[in-house]
Each structure stands twice: as C-alpha cells, then as structure tokens.
C-alpha cells in the first residue's frame, strides 16, 4: 500500500534564505507525485506535480521539487522565500488507475518565514 | 468558473443531530472526493466518486453517506453526528485526464 511521509512538521526559515521540505513516499508501481499549497483558511492548491519525463518539476511561485526513483523522495525546493510564503505544504500521492484513482497526502509541513 | 463550492463555511452540530454538507462543481469533472482535515493528519479520504451514479469508500467512511445523482454534486451526509467528526471537510474534483485535484475552500465542522 502507498503511503506518504513528510519527515518535518515545521520549518522555520527567514526570509530570502533557501527552504528545503522533504517528502518520501512507499509504491510498489509507478505513481505521481504532487505538491500542494494550504494558505490559511483557504482549501489546497497545487504548487507542482510530476508524472513523467524530467525529474525536476518546476511550479507556481519560485518552487521547484526532484523525483529521485531510487531514493523514493519528491523534495521541494525554493532558493530565496518570502513572508507570503508561510503556508502549509502537502506532498502527494497517487498510483493512477492501480490506485483505484485515490491520493494518499502527507500529514504536511508548516513552512514560517520570518522577517 | 466558480470551481468548487461548498457550504455552509462554518457549522456546529449537536451530538445526534444529522446535517448535509453541499459540495457544487462547474468543471464538468467526473471525479469528485471528500476529504476531512484533522490538525497534523493530513487529509484522510472519506468517500469519492468517478461519475454519477457510482461512490466508493475511502479510508474513513464510517459515520458518513454520500450520493452523486449530477456530475456536478456530491453532497456529504452525517447522519448521527458524534464529537470525533468534528474536523474541517474538503470537497475536491478533478478532470479524467490529470490526476490533480482542486479543491473547495472547506467546511469547518464542530461537534459539541
């Protein structure tokens, strides 16, 4: 069975410094892997998501995550935040029509930028 | 396009009480899910959908009952509402040919 974990709760980081949120995941078949974005009081939307070809995915925002097959991993990545970054981020995962079309989502990370 | 839609935005139930919660999509897509939210748990799937007529359990369907008549609709029922449902529920949809979802802005659900 496919799951998802997201190996930091919080990440704290100040403003214009690089962010790393890491996610792993567990498949036995092929999957796609999604980002996406929490800002507070709204529903999620989708950052990036990668279902083929090149395993650097670019997204909204400045964000960019690396499909590594071998090491089972869909980090993402920012090289400067901003304050509007604060958010809540959840990685994703879905095995398609193996997976009967569902999305197992990480418990997510809260990312806080400081000033 | 509205996208999803969800009411009401905010609701507190007594335990035993039944209440429906209306998610609305405009993208003509066939799936649709529901999701509930719990601090650091991530979104859990309660029950989805890959058409009308056709509803299918997910992780955590105990205690609720969906239906889908319209591709447009899925309405999410509690019927015997009981403190550990207290949460906040999201509808999501998504096209046939992409498996990225868009999501509803939420319902915040308590139960007392």
């Known amino acids: 069975a496919q799951s998802v974990t997201q190996l930091d709760s919080q990440v704290p980081v100040f403003e214009e410094a690089p962010v790393e949120l890491r996610c792993n995941y567990s498949s036995s078949v092929s999957v796609y892997l999604f980002w996406y974005v929490q800002y507070p009081n709204q529903g999620l939307q989708l950052l990036l998501k990668y279902l083929s070809g090149s395993t650097l995915v670019k997204g909204i925002n400045g964000f960019e995550a690396e499909f590594n097959k071998s090491q089972t991993s869909f980090h993402l990545r920012k090289p400067s935040v901003h304050i509007s970054d604060t958010a809540e981020y959840f990685c994703a995962v879905s095995e398609g029509p193996t997976g009967g079309f569902k999305t197992i989502f990480g418990a997510g990370t809260r990312l806080f930028v400081k000033a | 396009n509205a996208g999803v839609t969800q009411t009401p935005k905010f609701r507190i139930l007594k335990i035993g009480q039944s209440m429906t919660l209306q998610c609305t999509q405009d993208?003509?897509?066939?799936?649709m899910y529901w999701y509930r939210q719990d601090p650091g748990m991530g979104l859990k799937l309660i029950y989805y959908?890959?058409?009308?007529?056709?509803?299918d359990k997910g992780e955590v369907p105990n205690g609720y009952n969906v239906s889908r008549s319209t591709t447009e609709d899925f309405p999410l029922r509690l019927e015997l509402a009981a403190p550990s449902q207290t949460s906040v529920y999201f509808c999501?949809?998504?096209?046939?040919?992409?498996?990225?979802?868009?999501f509803g802005p939420g319902t915040r659900l308590t139960v007392t």
């Open positions: 999501a949809s998504r096209p046939q040919d992409t498996y990225e979802q868009y």
């Open positions: 959908s890959v058409g009308a007529g056709i509803t």
């Open positions: 993208m003509n897509h066939n799936y």
